[in-house]
């Protein structure tokens, strides 16, 4: 799957599950602004698995630091596809992002924010549509934007974080299992598994039926659980 529809994938699973699954495993309830933030940082945590492709969407969001990275985290994963894109991965993670806020405190969710925010930003196509500086110049100003933003409505210590981490990653690999190559999500075991419906990353099947598809869905749910005037109110 294309970087865009991963993040609109993780988008529209924390929009749904929002009311459901955090009360359930984090034993509290969301406010319309919890369920905003995360569902935008769960877009961009839906493309943390493909840091490990240098050549991918994602690689140039933060110019040549993202370049860097990328090249780091597929040299230490085994390349494209292979333990990023594992359940593990989702552990570490979610486990990760807990430990950082937990420990590390507010400086830690708020680089945490400004990264998440530029992988969205690039994904969702909100910055020129170029490699070059004017796109992750554009990048590291909405994400400095959207960063201080967040900072005024996001708890010292949101536990919903992690949840949205975890969600946004997870969603990438089953969006990787809809395709030809799958995802080895028991790495470090090599099986790709795959339930094939998109035979090629760009179709027509992925760009005009599941992406309009899901992001109405994103919409419609923030609508009921964030955006009404009732909610708001």
């Known amino acids: 799957m294309m970087g865009h529809s991963h993040a609109v994938s993780g988008a529209m699973l924390y929009a749904a599950s929002a009311p459901f699954l955090p009360p359930l495993l984090l034993h509290t309830t969301l406010q319309p602004a919890d369920i905003l933030m995360g569902t935008v940082l769960c877009a961009g945590a839906a493309l943390l698995p493909d840091l490990d492709h240098h050549d991918g969407s994602i690689a140039n969001f933060l110019g040549p630091v993202s370049k860097a990275l990328c090249r ?3 040299w230490a994963s085994g390349g494209h596809r292979h333990a990023t894109h594992s359940l593990l991965f989702v552990a ?3 486990g990760g992002t807990w430990a950082g806020v937990t420990y590390l405190g507010r400086n830690f969710t708020l680089a945490l924010t400004f990264f998440l925010l530029a992988l969205a930003i690039r994904a969702l196509r909100l910055c020129p549509p170029s490699n070059g500086p004017e796109a992750w110049i554009t990048v590291i100003g909405l994400s400095a934007l959207g960063t201080f933003g967040m900072n005024t409505w996001m708890p010292n210590s949101p536990g919903w974080l992690p949840y949205a981490v975890a969600l946004g990653t997870l969603a990438h690999l089953l969006g990787d299992c809809l395709t030809k190559k799958g995802a080895p999500l028991l790495w470090p075991h090599k099986e790709r598994y795959e339930i094939v419906l998109i035979k090629r990353s760009g179709n027509n099947v992925e760009t005009k039926v599941l992406v309009p598809i899901m992001s109405v ?4 749910l ?5 955006l009404s005037p009732t909610i708001v109110n």
């Open 72 to 74: 780091f985290v597929a």
């Open 222 to 226: 923030l609508w009921f659980t964030a």
């Open 92 to 94: 570490l993670m979610g």
């Open 217 to 220: 869905a994103t919409f419609v």
